[in-house]
């Protein structure tokens, strides 16, 4: 379980295309605090720490990525050596929840329609897919690319969130640009509304 709140920007050092997707990732993370079979969000992806160290003054963990996972996210279009993602510790006993709870179970992929500075910060509007457009509400939380946001509008399949200076330079938000596919994760609470409305209306 996460919170959506970014701890590090990792960097892919390489990716090796074996029966599953192999991903060594650097971070400032002190291997030694990491446990094997930990799970560690990136870009919002929960994935399994195989194997981890230090080389050349680099801190870095390993993990295997299914196919599934690929072709249901944006790791398949976007992950190449030299990326930046987001990542986040798995939430412990007695930690702060700053955002919301994030499971780190990808719904869909959205993309980046619109990008448009207001002042310091940045409005960026998304498209969904059609199915998961229900479950995005005017002020209600979203994980994209594993970062706990709040929606500013929606406009049918489409949604807005504004972006302060500050989640720009600490994340990956910095990076991205219009036609970038983002990982998308609903809040549970508005997928357990969504069901009840569904149920109620049977």
């Given at each position: 379980?996460?919170?959506?709140?970014?701890?590090d920007?990792?960097?892919?050092?390489?990716?090796?295309?074996?029966?599953?997707?192999?991903?060594?990732?650097?971070?400032?993370?002190?291997?030694d605090?990491?446990?094997?079979?930990?799970?560690?969000?990136?870009?919002?992806?929960?994935?399994?720490?195989?194997?981890?160290?230090?080389?050349?003054?680099n801190?870095?963990?390993?993990?295997?990525?299914?196919g599934?996972?690929?072709s249901?996210?944006?790791?398949?279009?976007?992950?190449?050596?030299?990326?930046?993602?987001?990542?986040?510790?798995?939430l412990k006993?007695?930690?702060?929840?700053?955002?919301h709870?994030?499971?780190?179970?990808?719904?869909?992929?959205?993309?980046?329609?619109?990008?448009?500075?207001?002042?310091?910060?940045?409005?960026?509007?998304?498209?969904v897919?059609?199915?998961?457009?229900?479950?995005?509400?005017?002020?209600g939380?979203?994980?994209?690319?594993?970062?706990?946001?709040t929606?500013n509008?929606?406009?049918?399949?489409?949604?807005?969130?504004?972006?302060?200076p500050?989640?720009?330079?600490?994340?990956?938000w910095?990076?991205i640009?219009?036609?970038d596919?983002?990982?998308?994760?609903?809040?549970?609470l508005?997928?357990?509304?969504?069901?009840?409305?569904?149920?109620q209306?049977?």
């Amino acid at each position: 379980m996460f919170t959506g709140i970014i701890t590090d920007i990792g960097t892919i050092a390489k990716l090796d295309q074996r029966g599953d997707l192999l991903a060594r990732i650097n971070t400032s993370y002190d291997p030694d605090g990491i446990d094997l079979g930990a799970s560690i969000a990136c870009s919002g992806v929960c994935l399994t720490v195989i194997e981890k160290g230090t080389d050349a003054g680099n801190n870095w963990f390993d993990v295997e990525i299914s196919g599934e996972s690929v072709s249901k996210t944006n790791i398949g279009q976007l992950w190449q050596q030299g990326k930046r993602i987001n990542l986040e510790r798995a939430l412990k006993v007695g930690d702060e929840l700053g955002g919301h709870i994030v499971s780190g179970h990808v719904d869909g992929v959205a993309t980046v329609t619109a990008m448009q500075v207001e002042g310091d910060s940045t409005r960026v509007t998304f498209k969904v897919p059609n199915d998961l457009a229900k479950f995005i509400a005017p002020k209600g939380s979203v994980a994209l690319n594993g970062t706990s946001l709040t929606v500013n509008g929606v406009d049918g399949a489409s949604f807005d969130v504004n972006f302060i200076p500050h989640t720009k330079s600490e994340t990956t938000w910095g990076d991205i640009a219009v036609g970038d596919p983002i990982n998308l994760e609903i809040d549970t609470l508005a997928r357990y509304v969504a069901r009840l409305n569904e149920m109620q209306g049977t």
